[in-house]
């Protein structure tokens, strides 16, 4: 089964904000890295790619046949999706097993888990 890993970075320090990755230690910095060479290096892992901040997406919508746009996807910091990977397991369990290891799940973010379903 493919599981869809989506990395909700919630208030988690990255390098794209200086001032809060400044927060932890060089230790805590080099393990962030660390942890997401070894999940990209994992059998079954599709390495997927980052995203930017949430406030550069533009939302697209159809109404009544004419295309609207609207800066920024409207939701909370907590709730932006900061990427996301592909990992074939065997069971939902090894999945989550492999979200606990992603950094982001324990600086105050989360992981989604959702099934791919192919047609």
Known sequence: MKYMLLIHQGDTPTPNDPEAWSRLSDEEQKAVYADYQAI?????????????????????????????????PFVATKEAIGGWLVFEADDLDAAIELAARIPAARLGGAIEVRPIVEY
Do not use: I, M
């Open 40 to 72: 990209n290096e994992t059998p079954g892992v599709t390495p997927g790619l980052g995203l930017g901040e949430p406030e550069t997406a533009t939302t697209v919508r159809v109404e009544n046949g004419e295309t609207l746009t609207t800066d920024g």
